[in-house]
T-cell receptor, first 114, second 112 residues
Framework: DAGVIQSPRHEVTEMGQEVTLRCKPI?????LFWYRQTMMRGLELLIYFNNNVPIDDSGMPEDRFSAKMPNASFSTLKIQPSEPRDSAVYFC????????????FGPGTRLTVL | GEDVEQSLFLSVREGDSSVINCTYTDSSSTYLYWYKQEPGAGLQLLTY?????DMKQDQRLTVLLNKKDKHLSLRIADTQTGDSAIYFCAEKLTGGGNKLTFGTGTQLKVEL
């Protein structure tokens, strides 16, 4: 199994530009999670989906952030316009529903906004 | 409310045992997890324990759960330099959907 796949692995952009992060969950997993990790705030849950439907987006910082899951094998997290304070590592994780609901993390996208 | 606390740093000598501690405030946890994060990588699940268990052992790892004190610990026996990483505990709450609440992470440094 390839695990959770994220792209790009690194992204450097200028303030004001649109950024799109991509995630492919593990095949057969029903839930998908987007996290942000920074030194100051640690690991924060931004949003999660069950069966492609957003369940909890209370962690999305503001309207500049949006996430979609058009099908079971793909999700995007978009920031428009980006700001320097958005610089962080963004992780996608997926899990099967039920049982321990163990989450499996992707390698992350390191975003730098200049 | 949900709050998961960990100490920030732990330093041990190679070959010694490491004990990483975690406290949580919500008693409705159903599962508790330990994840490991190596530099530049995502979080990797190490083990998890169901809330009605007191202990779980998996090779060099021992998880202890004290529900009364809301305290979770991870013991790593014969700690190796490859165990140097950040360790996160996390809890899944009853009625919290299937999202996890993560602790702040403990950075384990293994010295020769």
């Amino acid at each position: 199994d390839a695990g959770v796949i994220q792209s790009p692995r690194h992204e450097v952009t200028e303030m004001g530009q649109e950024v799109t992060l991509r995630c492919k969950p593990i095949s057969g997993h029903n839930s998908l999670f987007w996290y942000r990790q920074t030194m100051m705030r640690g690991l924060e849950l931004l949003i999660y989906f069950n069966n492609n439907v957003p369940i909890d987006d209370s962690g999305m910082p503001e309207d500049r952030f949006s996430a979609k899951m058009p099908n079971a094998s793909f999700s995007t997290l978009k920031i428009q316009p980006s700001e320097p304070r958005d610089s962080a590592v963004y992780f996608c994780a997926s899990s099967p529903l039920g049982g321990g609901d163990t989450q499996y993390f992707g390698p992350g996208t390191r975003l730098t906004v200049l | 409310g949900e709050d998961v606390e960990q100490s920030l740093f732990l330093s041990v000598r190679e070959g010694d045992s490491s004990v990483i501690n975690c406290t949580y405030t919500d008693s409705s946890s159903t599962y508790l997890y330990w994840y490991k994060q190596e530099p530049g990588a995502g979080l990797q699940l190490l083990t998890y324990i169901f809330s009605n268990m007191d202990m779980k052992q998996d090779q060099r790892l021992t998880v202890l759960l004290n529900k009364k004190d809301k305290h979770l610990s991870l013991r790593i026996a014969d700690t190796q330099t490859g165990d140097s990483a950040i360790y996160f505990c996390a809890e899944k709450l009853t009625g919290g959907g299937n999202k996890l609440t993560f602790g702040t992470g403990t950075q384990l440094k293994v010295e020769l």
